[in-house]
């Protein structure tokens, strides 16, 4: 019964030695040797480590980007107004002996180190620009902490600046100060929008009226020109008429009794209306010189008989008309 007893004992402190002596490291992690609390290189890699123990002990440190949130803090800018920031921190753990050895509490570290210098970053900025310059002071901040934490074995990744919270006065007065702007703005388009919609209406009548102008123009050229054409063609056809009766008559070789008789016809067809006088060129006379041949034609038409009004040659510069015949 007493070697079942120390079996017992045995066995449960091997098991004990065997948990502290194997440990098992993550692929996200690193391990840290120290043997009687000396630093043992190199660091131990993921995956099976084995230690003495008792003598030897095994720190785990995670390679993970992690993230520190910075509290919010008030801070003073360069025009004297007072801003609430805060902001977060990305790291990864690089050296993980370091991070060990060179620094106690590395995240207490880090977060009073950007508060600090989120005091000198926005301190030498005005509100405006400090509002409208988030990039540039996540920026600075990064490279501040980045060189700060080297030494520490720590790679800041990132900052981001969550938010910049003015007091409730300043944002009131920015609130009206965007409202009158928008406001300004709007009305600046309106007035420039009724300024080009006159331009385009004055534009667009302009070009009206030149339509229209070039419209009347043309239509008058076409109108003119189909009056021209209208009076070549009547002037043609004329032509053609005249040309026809003179070559007709040429071709008919009339004598003067012909000729009178068709002047006698012509004044017949002149005087017959309510006219009293009729004014005849110096050319006719010469027809009319041979009526005493005719006189017989006329006695023997009955129509003859009728009163005729007056005939008055014009003058003639070098021979008096016939005196007008009339016949009772």
Known sequence: MPELIVLLILGVFILVLASRA???????????????GKYSAPPREPGLAFVLPFFQTLIKVDTREQVIDVPPQEVITKDNAAVTVDAVIYFRVTDPVRVIYNIANFQYAAVKLAQTNLRNIVGEMELDSTLSSREKINSQLRQVLDEATDEWGVKVVRVEIQKIEPPA?????????MKAEREKRAAILESEGFKQSAILKAEGERESQIL????DRKGAVIRAEGQAQAVRTLA????????????????GNPDAGLIAIRSLEALEKVADGKATKIFLPTEIGSALASLGAVAEVFRKDPEA????????????????????????
Do not use: W
């Open 305 to 328: 008989a009728a009163p005729k009004p007056a005939v008055v040659p014009a003058e003639a510069p070098l021979r008096p008309a016939p005196a007008p015949v009339r016949e009772d």
């Open 236 to 251: 043609d056809a004329e032509k053609f008429r005249i040309e026809t009766v003179f070559n007709a008559i040429h071709a």
């Open 212 to 215: 229209r102008a070039e419209g």
């Open 22 to 36: 194997l440990m098992i490291i993550r692929p996200f992690e690193k391990g840290v040797v120290e043997t009687l």
């Open 169 to 177: 006065d300043i944002t009131n007065a920015m609130s009206k100060q």
